[in-house]
């Protein structure tokens, strides 16, 4: 991508609870594929754009919402977040994304839809930009090829 038609440049990637079993978590849902690997692989993606990624990954709702809050200093234009298991959960990481008015991409690698009912509920969808669900790790690239560009 030519550096000079990318629209955001400071992008944050939010992964919650228990990604970081990615590959070995549950693959017949999530796939094979580590934390690791998506984060390279969009690291890829961002070669030679000028695009700035920083990953952040958790499995406390605190430290989710505390790098939320962060960006109201560091200079983060846009946000793809999965909030895995507190998008059922979470006013508070909804409250600190409506906090700091950064658009934000909902991503996660299930559909979510599809699954139980408690899992049917999302926090975060209304007030996202758009919301990717079921595409796999497929869907943290479409989203940040969105932020790049859109
Ligand atoms: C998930 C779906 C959530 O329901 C679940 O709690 C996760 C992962 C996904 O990416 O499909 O941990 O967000």
């Known amino acids: 991508m030519d550096s000079k038609n990318v629209k955001a440049r400071n992008i944050l990637i939010i992964h919650g609870p228990n990604l970081n079993l990615l590959g070995v978590r549950e693959p017949e849902i999530y796939g094979g594929v580590t934390l690791q690997d998506i984060n390279r692989n969009l690291s890829r993606l961002t070669e030679n754009t000028g695009v700035k990624l920083d990953f952040f990954q958790s499995n406390a709702e605190s430290a989710l919402i505390d790098r939320v809050q962060q960006t109201m200093s560091d200079g983060t234009d846009f946000i793809i977040i999965n ?60 989203a940040l090829e969105y932020a790049m560009t859109s």
């Open 83 to 142: 909030p895995a298991a507190y998008t059922h959960t979470s006013i508070a990481l909804r409250d600190a994304l409506a906090a700091v008015k950064l658009p934000f991409i909902e991503v996660h690698l299930s559909n979510i839809y599809s699954r139980e009912s408690f899992r049917q509920k999302s926090y975060f969808s209304d007030s996202a930009i758009g919301i990717i669900s079921g595409l796999g790790a497929k869907g943290y690239e479409l």
